[in-house]
């Protein structure tokens, strides 16, 4: 049996002895990004998309519009995540976000990437933040070394082909990491303190209420943007945000305060501080 760091349900990561994590799917696409017993076993191959063809790289993307004035140390933020895609419901999610001015945080796997170039761009554009998620969506303590290299290293040069930059955070697949990966990884991890378990039941009523429950300041939430029951509950979850005055953010701005260092790995972002948080509630009050 191999020990795993595995991310369960609820807050943090606790380390589990088992052989295979459950707290996530594989992506759809599950003969493109499915590693074969024979994959694993043997040195990983270099796509073509993996030598970048000179002049033909995007120019770097200018720096997406950030929200300066949301400081997640004096207010409620919530960081809104997805993983796997992105996919046929992704343009959709996009558009909603895009309506309540919501930024999110989206951890691609390659293949997926690759074959959605318009739809990374867009993200881009929007002010989204995007994360590794592999290319094969591995179980990583069960590869070697230059698997685990590759298998962010493939995905990130696909990601900078199409929008110009590298990713600054990654999230590993079913969270599932252990010291020797963690020392291996490219940037830091990005886990999650709200698991909606949107893959399991697939229904967008049970996500909400997940998150509407262990909503509380820095939550990131985990999704998977390739169900469209997930996507759905979305819209009726950005209004709850607004209500309760949460604010959507990247994991970036959530994690304002923290080194995102290679190998560090985060579960949730900053709360404000007793002291600002009145402040703030003060100067809201004293502007009406
Ligand atoms: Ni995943």
Redesign the pocket.
């Given at each position: 049996m191999m020990l795993l760091i595995v991310a369960v349900t609820g807050c943090g990561v606790t380390a589990v002895d088992r052989e295979r994590p459950t707290t996530?799917?594989?992506?759809q696409s599950s003969a493109e990004v499915r590693p074969s017993t024979a994959r694993l076993n043997s040195p990983p191959p270099r796509p073509a998309h993996a030598d970048p063809t000179p002049g033909v790289l995007a120019p770097p993307s200018p720096e997406p519009e950030v929200e300066p004035e949301v400081d997640c140390s004096a207010v409620k933020c919530v960081a809104l995540t997805f993983?796997?895609g992105p996919g046929e419901h992704t343009e959709k999610l996009l558009d909603i976000l895009e309506r309540h001015q919501a930024k999110a945080t989206f951890?691609v796997?390659g293949p997926n990437a690759e074959s959605n170039p318009g739809t990374m761009k867009r993200m881009v554009r929007a002010g989204h933040e995007l994360g590794n998620?592999t290319w094969h969506?591995p179980v990583l303590p069960q590869l070697t070394d230059a698997q685990v290299r590759y298998e962010f290293d493939s995905t990130d040069e696909v990601i900078r082909k199409i929008t110009g930059n590298r990713t600054k955070m990654n999230?590993p697949?079913?969270g599932a990491s252990n010291p020797r990966v963690n020392r291996l990884m490219p940037s830091a991890s990005i886990m999650w303190s709200i698991d909606t378990l949107d893959w399991r039941h697939r229904d967008a009523a049970t996500s909400i209420a997940v998150v509407k429950e262990q909503l509380s300041p820095g939550a990131i939430v985990l999704f998977?943007d390739i169900h469209a029951p997930s996507v759905a509950a979305i819209e009726p979850l950005l209004k709850h945000f607004a209500a309760k005055g949460y604010h959507p953010v990247t994991v970036s701005q959530i994690l304002a305060s923290s080194k995102l260092k290679p190998g560090a790995t985060f579960e949730r972002g900053d709360a404000p501080a007793p002291r600002k948080a009145k402040q703030a509630k003060k100067r809201a009050r004293a502007k009406g």
């Open positions: 996530e799917p594989t992506p993983d796997d951890f796997v998620h969506h999230r697949p079913y998977h």
